[in-house]
């Protein structure tokens, strides 16, 4: 990890008291402080994520967007808007409709990350940011092929895996409960929304002002743990996360 990672992380399981309203009469609430990473994945959809970036620049608070690449071809303005509010880019593969671990087919998953990143272009932030497609939200070997794996090396990109998966894109009510429940089991939650139209985006200013109130603190930089590849260099074990689906020669 580099000196810049380690500044951006900002952990801290440690708890704090909060004090309880004078009327109330009971002991104070103990309240677990936590840090806060939000991400918005398969957009860019033109309903919801404007509204989604007011809520964001309301609140003052800084994401990564990982963006599906059909979606981008007609909408890259709304990604460029994301980008001017200080938001990062990142590559959530082409057509978003298989993850790459279950493709066997030579080229295929390089592409889906090739084709997203020329289209996000200068948008991209420095560290190549890709978030695999899990198929709902798992962690497992579905989510790289070894041709995936040795694409995102070769060229340097670093994939961001999440910790908190609220459900929000199949069960849009409720999600806040869930979201603020698993962030706050976490020291550094890096939770994975959706800017598509659910309905479920409504709630984001909730959520969000639930976590503050609570004593969340919101960055942008994401836990080391969720980070397996930074710059193309692995930083933990990889084969959790790659299928042996491969039957290509050929990284690139
Ligand atoms: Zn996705």
Not at 155 to 169: G, M, R
Not at 188 to 194: G, I, P, Q, S, Y
Not at 205 to 223: L, M, Y
Request: charged share 25%; net charge positive.
């Amino acid at each position: 990890m580099t000196a810049a990672r380690a500044e951006g992380i900002q952990c801290c399981a440690a708890s704090r008291k909060k004090p309880a309203p004078e009327s109330a009469g009971r002991l104070p609430i103990a309240y677990v402080m936590t840090v806060i990473t939000l991400t918005f994945d398969n957009g860019p959809e033109p309903d919801v994520t404007p509204r989604v970036l007011d809520t964001l620049r309301r609140q003052g608070i800084r994401a990564t967007f990982f963006v599906v690449g059909e979606k981008l071809r007609e909408r890259r303005h709304l990604a460029e808007r994301a980008h001017a509010d200080c938001h990062w880019i990142g590559n959530h593969t082409y057509t978003h409709r298989m993850p790459l671990g279950t493709i066997a087919e030579p080229g295929v998953a390089a592409a889906e990350i090739e084709r997203t990143e020329k289209l996000i272009g200068d948008l991209a932030h420095p560290r190549r940011l890709f978030r695999p497609f899990g198929g709902g939200g798992q962690l497992g070997p579905r989510l790289l092929n070894r041709e995936a794996l040795r694409y995102l090396q070769k060229k340097a990109y670093t994939c961001v895996l999440w910790n908190v998966i609220c459900h929000d894109w199949s069960r849009p009510d409720g999600w806040v409960e869930r979201a603020l429940d698993l962030s706050f089991a976490q020291a550094h939650a890096l939770v994975v929304l959706h800017d598509l139209p659910t309905g479920a985006m409504r709630d984001l200013d909730r959520f969000i002002a639930a976590a503050k109130d609570r004593g969340a603190t919101f960055v942008q930089d994401f836990p080391d743990g969720c980070v397996p590849i930074e710059r193309g260099q692995l930083t933990a074990s990889i084969a959790p996360y790659v299928s042996g689906n491969d039957r290509c020669t050929a990284a690139s």
